[in-house]
């Protein structure tokens, strides 16, 4: 068990373009967390899933945020046309359903310029 | 979700006990109170889980009162490497939904 695994680590983009990221979480885990952190603030939820249904979404996540775990294994997270307000740490997290233990990857920390 | 409150940020001495008091005046009978740490560029990392009463395991000890209104994250004997952010939550251990994350505390541990 390697943990949950985020890649990139690190992502600078020019406003206006796409990213996508992407996060494998603990293989047994049926759980999926995406959130983001500005600096000094707490982590903040955006989606989650569980296995391959996304069965929450936060108001943060305008139409320009997409998220999908297509197999109900690894999960993307997409933002198109990025702004500067995007940059931010973002972390994905896995947990077994039923259970509060949270597992949260590296994150991906975005630098939109 | 049951909001938390806790300090900003403590300051302590390497060795000394460390102790985070959060309030949580409006938690319902089925959550649970959750300690997580954070260091910089990385996630939250699990410390500690509790429903009532005292919790310890090899990091720290977590000290419920039985109003549950509050919790005490204890850390003992911190070192440097104790410098972190400490985020207590309050959720349905059962629902599994998303964990709602406060500003933490921001605990410096000095030499």
């Known amino acids: 068990d390697t943990g949950v695994s985020q890649n990139p680590r690190h992502k600078i983009t020019k406003r206006g373009q796409n990213v996508t990221f992407r996060c494998d979480p603990i293989s047994e885990h049926n759980r999926l967390y995406w959130y983001r952190q500005t600096l000094g603030q707490g982590p903040e939820f955006l989606t989650y899933f569980q296995n391959e249904a996304q069965l929450e979404k936060s108001r943060l996540l305008s139409d320009r945020f997409s998220a999908e775990r297509p197999k109900g294994s690894f999960s993307t997270l997409e933002i198109q046309r990025t702004e500067q307000g995007d940059s931010a740490m973002y972390l994905c997290a896995s947990s077994p359903q039923g259970g509060y233990g949270y597992t949260f990857g590296s994150g991906t920390r975005l630098t939109v310029v | 979700l049951a909001k938390t409150t806790q300090p900003i940020s403590m300051d302590s001495y390497e060795g000394q006990e460390v102790n985070i008091t959060c309030s949580h005046n409006n938690i319902a009978t089925n959550d649970y109170i959750t300690w997580y740490q954070q260091f910089p560029s990385q996630g939250p990392r699990f410390i500690i889980q509790?429903?009532?009463t005292k919790v310890t395991n090899e990091v720290a000890s977590l000290f419920i009162p039985a109003d549950r209104k509050s919790s005490t994250l204890s850390l003992p004997r911190v070192s440097l490497s104790d410098t972190a952010v400490y985020y207590c939550l309050v959720g349905d251990k059962a629902a599994g939904n998303k964990l709602t994350f406060g500003g933490g505390t921001r605990v410096l541990v000095k030499p």
């Open positions: 509790g429903y009532k």
